[in-house]
């Protein structure tokens, strides 16, 4: 009864070569985040999606994009991966009630990606 | 910008003792949410605090927050192999998003 599927769960690239990470959830929730996570360190934010509206973090790289096309689905979009992106990304969905507050956030189990 | 720390960074107890890690924010948040990722798992959800001064239990675990709503504090009594993971507390500031504390390994020996 997986709610919150991230695939590939490992995932190879090589320096400059563009990536993609997909999301899916089955909880119809309305937020949608995502999430790198460096070893020993806390998840960091990268963005967010309440409804159809974007919202990138100040320190988030161009390197990084997103696309949320349905409620169901979020993608997360490296351009040039570089040897300082290899890292766990962690997608996350949440209900959040007009912008002020969230629920719990239910992660998924994540992408490793590594950089060659 | 918006920190939020917890201390001790790291942990290591003997199965059987207690065990604390404190967060501290910069700002006043509005809730604070804790989570606990095991090794090579993914932060899941364990409580979430909203009133000023709000105590919850959970069997052996209990969470504390603050009276000015900055920081809060987790508690483990007679920690078990179990408990091993990173524990993270999560703040918010009247947002849709969290801000996630630096976190606690807790290492536990049997």
């Known amino acids: 009864d997986a709610m919150v599927i991230q695939n590939p769960r490992y995932q190879v690239t090589q320096f400059g070569k563009p990536v993609t990470l997909s999301c899916s959830q089955t909880?119809?929730?309305?937020?949608m985040y995502w999430y790198q996570q460096k070893s020993s360190q806390a998840p960091k934010l990268l963005f967010h999606?309440?409804?159809?509206?974007?919202?990138n973090e100040a320190d988030t790289p161009d390197n990084f994009q997103s696309r949320r096309p349905n409620t169901s689905f979020c993608f997360l979009d490296i351009r040039s991966p570089g040897l300082g992106d290899a890292a766990m990304y962690l997608c996350?969905?949440?209900?959040?009630?007009?912008?002020?507050?969230?629920?719990?956030?239910?992660f998924g189990p994540g992408t490793r990606l590594t950089v060659l | 910008g918006q920190q939020v720390m917890q201390i001790p960074q790291y942990q290591h107890v003997q199965e059987g003792e207690d065990f604390t890690t404190y967060c501290n924010s910069s700002?006043?948040?509005?809730?604070i949410q804790w989570y606990k990722q095991r090794p090579g798992g993914h932060p899941v959800f364990l409580i979430q605090?909203?009133?000023?001064?709000e105590v919850k239990k959970q069997k052996r675990l209990t969470f504390q927050f603050g009276e000015a709503k900055k920081n809060s504090s987790l508690h483990i009594t007679a920690t078990q192999t179990t408990d091993v993971g990173t524990y993270f507390c999560?703040?918010?500031?009247?947002?849709?998003?969290?801000?996630f504390g630096t976190g606690t390994r807790l290492q536990v020996f049997p």
């Open positions: 996350a969905t949440s209900r959040a009630y007009r912008r002020v507050s969230t629920d719990t956030q239910y």
């Open positions: 909880l119809n929730h309305n937020v």
């Open positions: 999606y309440y409804d159809k509206d974007f919202n």
């Open positions: 700002t006043t948040l509005s809730n």
């Open positions: 605090l909203v009133k000023s001064g």
């Open positions: 999560a703040g918010q500031e009247n947002t849709d998003k969290l801000i």
